[in-house]
Structure formats: C-alpha cells, structure tokens
C-alpha cells in the first residue's frame, strides 16, 4: 500500500487537446532507484510535474511519500530532491550563494555538506553561475538536489550534459543514496544512462507505461542473432514455425536467424538434428528500446 514511495493511480494530463498522460498506473517502491525512459514528448516531465504538484493532473491521482501532492506541496518538497529537467536559477549568484540560499529554503544545513558534495562533482563554488557551462550548471543542479538527504530524489534527465566522468560520480552519489534508504526517480532516454543503477526501467510511449521490469527481465526479451551449424543440411520450413524466431535463412548447413526472448524452443527444434556449432550475439537492448519506442505495445 503506502509503504510504496510513489503510487500513482489512473494518471491522466491533458493539455487542450493533447495528451501529457494517459492514464498511468505506476507504484515506486520505497527504496529503489527507477529508471523512467521513454522518447522525447512521451510524458516523463509530465510526470515528474504532477508528483511535486507543480502541475495538476486532469483525472487520476498521486501519492508521494504516504501523502497527495496537491495537499501540503511545501512539506512534501522538503522530503524531496529535485533536480528539474530545465534547471534555472538567478545567474548574477556565485555558486555557494546560490547553493547556500536554496539550503536556506529548506530549513538550513551544514555547509559541510555542500563543500562535499561540490567537491566530488569538481564544481567550484566560487564561479559565478552565469559564467558556468551547461554541465557545470547541471551539477549546482545535483548538489541542490542531494545536498538535504532527502527521502525521494526525482531527477529529470540528470546525466545531460555530464561528461562521463561526472556521470559515473553521479551514479555512485544514487547508488549511496539508496543505500541509506533513499528512494530515487530518475527519468532518462538513454537505458545506458540509468541500467547501471536502476533496479527496475519502466518505459513510457504516448503517455503510456509500455514496459516496467528489470533490466534483466527486459534483457531477456531482447532480440540476438543466432547461428546454427548442422552436421547434415537442414530445410528452412522445419525451423519457420518456432516461436521467436524470424528472418530466417538457412544455407546448406548453416541457419541464420533473429531471435527473441528465450532460446528453448529453437534448440530443442535444433537437436533434432546434430548441432556442430553454435553462436548468439548479446541481446541488443538498443533494439529492444527500439520496439518499444516506436510502437510495440508489450501490455504490462
Ligand atoms: N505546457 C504544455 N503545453 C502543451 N503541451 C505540453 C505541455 N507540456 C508538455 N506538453 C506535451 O505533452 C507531451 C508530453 O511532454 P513531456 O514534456 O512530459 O515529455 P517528456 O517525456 O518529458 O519529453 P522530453 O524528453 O522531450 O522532455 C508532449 O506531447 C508535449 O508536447
């Protein structure tokens, strides 16, 4: 029930005529860091804006941390860390005005704190924000949103403009975070960005839930190349049937062919016959992302 970090139920969003959400249901378990991907336009910040209540939805509810949004915003943004998708603030600040002006906001903290935090992302504190690049201002952006300890941490699209350093000092900050508790929502559209970390993806098209798994579930549903070698020719028709199996070919000897999901019913299909040889590539999860973006709707 609540012990559920963020539940959402029947969410829906529309804006005039067009669609932010259309009626998502989604449960985040206290404790886990989620990934949330899906392409541009599919309602990942849509979301993200109706949990802190900055947007109201149209139909459908949230509860975030036991409590509805549109009740006490201010108490519930004070459990939370945001980092926004577009994050903004006044650019004639220094960075340690800034940052200590926010920690102001929120009751107060030690400086200590920030310094850390700053340090680790190799931000200098003293530039003034105006003056910084994108990926510097994406970190003023980090160190506001973690530098509370907060109990929930939504992050919009935090990885952009991070350069691979900072990225992975930014996942050991969510990998910590989680371990002391913290529940985390990060959106993305990169899997690569958030699989690190992430201990379930859910993927969003048309302001949908298409997919809410583990990486290794969706793994395993993922698309591989298979070659088989036969001691005899074998005919293509025999193999034609087997569930997952597509785009097949067979030479002589030699069957090509795609595969998804498990590989069970194409071997035993296979040794009926002697099998001397055997290759599958790594389940491309690009393609998997792919299917899932461009339209396969896999049902949840
Ligand atoms: N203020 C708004 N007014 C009108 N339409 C909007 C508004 N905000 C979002 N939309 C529309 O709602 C849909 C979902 O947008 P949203 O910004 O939530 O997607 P997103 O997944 O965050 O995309 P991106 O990765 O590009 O940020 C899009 O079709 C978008 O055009």
Redesign the pocket.
Known sequence: MDDDAIVLDNLTKT??R?R?LDGLDLRVRTGEVLGYL?P???????TIRLLLDLIRPTTGSARVLGVDPRIDAVALHRRVGYLP?DFTVDGRQTVRGCLRFLAGLRGGLPAARIDVLAERLDLDQSARIKSLSKGNRQKVGLVQAFMHEPELLILDEPTSGLDPLVQQTFLDMVTEAANRGATVFM?S?VLAEVQAVADRVAIIRD?RLVALDTVTALRSQAVRTVELTFAEPVTAAEFATVPGVDDLTVTGTVLTCRLTGAPDALLRAATRHTVTGLTATEPALDDLFHTYYAGADHGV
């Open positions: 804006y005039g067009r932010g899906g541009n336009g599919a309602g990942k910040s849509t998708g959106s559209h302001g």
